[in-house]
């Protein structure tokens, strides 16, 4: 189909106004949040419906045209992003339009949503209503629910709650050929056949585009205690963890850890932020216990602390006087992307691996790299409290970046090697995408990877959604 009849005719279902052809204002849907992969397509389109995105995935399968979706334009790998080439046009679908809240049933604690609400919406409405969405990340402000069920989004609170998995109660999508699979029952218990939903949660568009959701909301915290302590070692903070756990039990919400060098570059770049503790502290940790009654109970939290500083596991520690102060601890851990960023040019990785052998991968980790490289900034922080470590080597300064980008596959590969080597995984919660397909390929048992092209055949025989994506 020639270009000018494809944007007649995909005009035609969504209005000229959202379908985007202008290159100008393509652009902003064309690079992932790093700015290291960058796409082209001729289309971009905003649908306001499912029966919209029905149609336009139904023009696309039938003339051959890959269909990318796109969500808040958050990811990290690069699943979002379209190769439109001559021998196959691809073009986006951008579901930002589609960001309503339906409807909020209380009693079911749960809520069914657009594909395109963004995450923190989601948040202030559960509150709204006496609940608790319990998903949260850096992108929250921005990332829309859609990419975060198509990637299987994890974020702080996993150690408690889980990945987004674990709140996904249905869902709606568009299939390859733009029929619609409606299971939106927000039910706890359904043993009908196949839990087909799951076969789209972690998916990143590879198997149709979700429309809506039904996700389950969890009862609201009453209050918070929130601590940022700092340790001489990671072998330190894992004993840390184990003590919260055993003194907080299922009361211990996240446990995140950060090096020195994320605390510096905040420190550094975004200097609006408030440093509680001295930044040349080896590792800082934020520890949050939710608690279900109107008043913590402090003595037990002071104890805790007064006991972890004579243990000598702390070097020290503060313990949010505030919800200002709750918040100035998130916005360290939440920017601390944003800082790497303003240092420079890093291969960046998220790892996992089991809780125990977390300090000999980052000691390992880091010297291979420092063989490989030469000397520069590592910066380390993540989800200590589930094995989920976000890893990124920075450039060094003597070398050009054209030099160093070219290391990204053997770096990759060293990274994901030692993860591997301790039974982790080269990819905890971003997903895979573009950037890590051969990974995915080179790390796979062959029965898995047979199963899943056997699945993706099966539900979309002509390639049309997310082509070039995992596999």
């Known amino acids: 189909m020639h270009l000018e009849k494809l944007i007649a005719e995909m005009t035609a279902i969504t209005d000229a106004d959202r379908c985007i052809t202008h290159p100008d204002n393509i652009k902003t849907?064309?690079?992932?949040?790093?700015?290291?992969?960058?796409?082209?397509?001729?289309?971009?389109?905003?649908?306001?419906?499912?029966?919209?995105?029905?149609?336009?995935?139904?023009?696309?399968?039938?003339?051959?045209?890959?269909?990318?979706?796109?969500?808040?334009?958050?990811?990290?790998?690069?699943?979002?992003i379209p190769h439109s080439e001559n021998k196959r046009l691809e073009i986006v679908i951008n579901t930002s339009k589609m960001n309503k809240i339906i409807s909020t049933d209380i009693h079911n604690q749960s809520m069914i949503v657009e594909t395109g609400c963004i995450l923190t919406n989601i948040q202030d409405h559960a509150i709204e209503n006496?609940?608790?969405?319990?998903?949260?990340?850096?992108?929250?402000?921005?990332?829309?629910?859609g990419g975060n069920i198509s990637t299987n989004a994890g974020g702080v609170n996993v150690l408690s709650y889980g990945m987004t998995r674990e709140h996904v109660m249905g869902i709606e999508v568009v299939l390859p050929d733009g029929s619609i699979l409606n299971d939106l029952k927000g039910l706890r218990k359904d043993n009908t056949g196949y839990d087909l939903k799951q076969l789209f949660i972690g998916a990143e568009g590879t198997l149709g585009l979700i429309t809506k959701a039904c996700i389950k909301l969890s009862t609201l915290p009453k209050s918070y205690c929130s601590l940022m302590v700092a340790v001489k070692t990671v072998d330190y903070a894992i004993k840390v963890?184990?003590?919260?756990?055993?003194?907080?039990?299922?009361?211990?919400?996240?446990?995140?850890?950060?090096?020195?060098?994320?605390?510096?570059?905040?420190?550094?770049?975004?200097?609006?932020?408030?440093i509680p503790l001295d930044s040349s502290n080896p590792w800082h940790i934020i520890i949050e216990v939710s608690m279900h009654d109107n008043h913590p109970d402090n003595n037990q939290i002071l104890?805790?602390?007064?006991?972890?500083?004579?243990?000598?596991?702390?070097?020290?520690?503060?313990?949010?006087?505030?919800?200002?102060?709750?918040?100035?601890?998130?916005?360290?851990?939440?920017?601390i992307s944003e800082a790497?960023?303003?240092?420079?040019?890093?291969?960046?990785?998220?790892?996992?691996?089991?809780?125990?052998?977390?300090?000999?991968?980052?000691?390992?980790?880091?010297?291979?790299?420092?063989?490989?490289?030469?000397?520069?900034?590592?910066?380390?922080?993540?989800?200590?409290?589930?094995?989920?470590?976000?890893?990124?080597?920075?450039k060094p300064k003597t070398m050009e970046e054209d030099i160093f980008l070219?290391?990204?596959?053997?770096?990759?590969?060293?990274?994901?090697?030692?993860?591997?080597?301790?039974?982790?995984?080269?990819?905890?919660?971003?997903?895979?995408?573009?950037?890590?397909?051969?990974?995915?390929?080179?790390?796979?048992?062959?029965?898995?990877?047979?199963?899943?092209?056997?699945?993706?055949?099966?539900?979309?025989?002509?390639?049309?959604?997310?082509?070039?994506?995992?596999?």
């Open 29 to 80: 849907f064309l690079e992932d949040w790093r700015g290291n992969i960058k796409g082209e397509t001729p289309i971009v389109m905003l649908p306001i419906s499912t029966d919209e995105v029905s149609s336009i995935i139904k023009l696309c399968n039938t003339n051959n045209i890959g269909v990318i979706p796109q969500g808040g334009n958050t990811s990290l790998c690069g699943a979002n």
């Open 406 to 471: 070219e290391k990204s596959h053997a770096v990759n590969r060293l990274v994901h090697t030692i993860a591997e080597s301790y039974g982790g995984s080269f990819s905890a919660e971003h997903g895979i995408g573009s950037k890590l397909k051969d990974e995915l390929e080179f790390f796979s048992d062959e029965i898995k990877m047979t199963l899943m092209k056997a699945i993706k055949k099966t539900i979309d025989p002509n390639n049309t959604m997310n082509p070039n994506k995992l596999f």
């Open 303 to 335: 104890s805790y602390l007064e006991e972890e500083v004579q243990s000598n596991n702390l070097i020290d520690g503060v313990i949010a006087s505030s919800e200002t102060e709750r918040n100035d601890f998130w916005k360290i851990r939440h920017s």
């Open 130 to 145: 006496g609940l608790f969405f319990p998903l949260s990340l850096s992108a929250e402000g921005s990332c829309q629910i």
């Open 241 to 274: 963890l184990k003590s919260s756990k055993n003194t907080f039990t299922d009361r211990l919400t996240a446990f995140e850890i950060m090096s020195s060098s994320c605390i510096k570059a905040v420190e550094k770049y975004l200097p609006n932020h408030r």
């Open 340 to 394: 790497e960023k303003h240092h420079g040019k890093g291969i960046a990785h998220d790892i996992s691996v089991p809780i125990k052998d977390i300090p000999i991968f980052i000691k390992k980790t880091i010297n291979k790299l420092e063989d490989l490289l030469g000397p520069s900034n590592v910066f380390v922080f993540g989800h200590l409290g589930d094995g989920n470590l976000h890893f990124t080597k920075s």
